[in-house]
């Protein structure tokens, strides 16, 4: 392995720390406002919403580029790419597990039991310190 992919690698692996024990801290509040196309939140489950919000969070802390390190090093190509995939997989698992936790504390408050559609007007008051699942708001 070229002194280039190595560098990267090592520099990927702190990258991969800091998205886990971000990704094991997470909670619903860091997520809501984060600027997400309405394309994303307005269809799918709430796993897949929360799975774009997750991607979305993640890549906040992206420090590598795939891109720039092809183009320092257009040899390297296969491997540098090889190491990007490899990142993402090692990612997977506390994804997964934040994923779970998310969607766990979400269904558990604030899904409709009747209907299962997100209730994003006590998830918005929640996200502004409005609401607490153990206070609920009248309802008007």
Do not use: Q
């Not at 919403?49 to 795939?66: A, H, N, P, T």
């Not at 604030?110 to 997100?118: A, F, V």
């Amino acid at each position: 392995m070229f002194d280039t992919t190595s560098s990267l690698k090592d520099r990927l692996a702190v990258e991969i720390e800091i998205k886990n024990r971000a990704l094991r801290e997470l909670s619903l509040k860091d997520l809501l406002f984060i600027p997400l196309s309405y394309s994303k939140v307005c269809k799918g489950s709430l796993g897949e919403i929360l799975r774009s919000y997750i991607d979305k969070f993640l890549e906040g802390l992206e420090r590598e580029s795939m891109v720039a390190e092809i183009y320092k090093s257009p040899d390297n190509s296969k491997e540098i790419i090889s190491l990007f995939r490899a990142h993402e997989f090692d990612v997977d698992d506390e994804k997964t597990n934040a994923l779970l936790r998310l969607s766990y504390e979400a269904h558990k408050n604030y899904l409709n039991p009747t209907t299962g559609e997100i209730d994003w007007v006590k998830l918005v008051e929640f996200n502004n310190g409005n609401y607490s699942p153990n206070n609920p708001l009248p309802n008007p």
